[in-house]
């Protein structure tokens, strides 16, 4: 099945609300299954750290699922998206602010020189998606509103 547009499959919740294996920072998520499975386009990942929403201790839980975070694209994966898309400068607008994003705030790339390509991101009807790339470390930062439809 396909989500919210090409390139974008659909991501089951139970991949979203599984917490960290033991012994992990629970924190975040690290498993890159859930996240290749939402990003496609990005192909296989070697590192995350993601939140969702739903990851909370709140009695009412977010009545939309967003998962936020960063990944490490395979070596070579950044190069072929920029040979196939276009893409221009411009980065997040905030550093992690929403309060589920709270555990990653300060994380990511040093310096980063973010990019972006309107061609990756998504937008529809109560779905979408955001991509940002830094060029020189190959880190993904992303954040999806319903990415599993």
Same mark, same amino acid.
């Given at each position: 099945m396909i989500g919210i547009g090409a390139g974008m499959a659909v991501l089951p919740a139970w991949w979203i609300l599984r917490r960290v294996g033991e012994g992990a920072d629970p924190a975040w998520h690290t /498993?890159? /299954?859930p996240l290749e499975r939402a990003f496609p386009? $990005? %192909?296989? $990942?070697t590192d995350a750290r993601w939140v969702s929403s !739903? =990851?909370?201790e709140r009695d009412l839980p977010s009545p939309e699922l967003v998962i936020s975070g960063l990944a490490q694209t395979a070596? %070579?994966?950044l190069d072929e998206l920029t040979a196939a898309h276009v893409f221009v400068d411009g980065g997040?607008? =905030?550093d992690f602010d929403a309060w589920f994003e709270k555990p990653l705030k300060g994380e990511g790339p040093e310096d980063p020189r973010w990019i972006r390509s309107d061609e990756l991101d998504r937008q529809g009807s109560g779905h979408s998606t955001a991509l940002w790339f =830094? !060029? !020189?470390s190959g880190t993904v930062r992303f954040r999806a509103v319903n990415p599993y439809g």
């Open positions: /498993e890159t /299954e386009v $990005l %192909g296989p $990942l !739903r =990851d909370n070596p %070579g994966r997040p607008a =905030d =830094d !060029r !020189r």
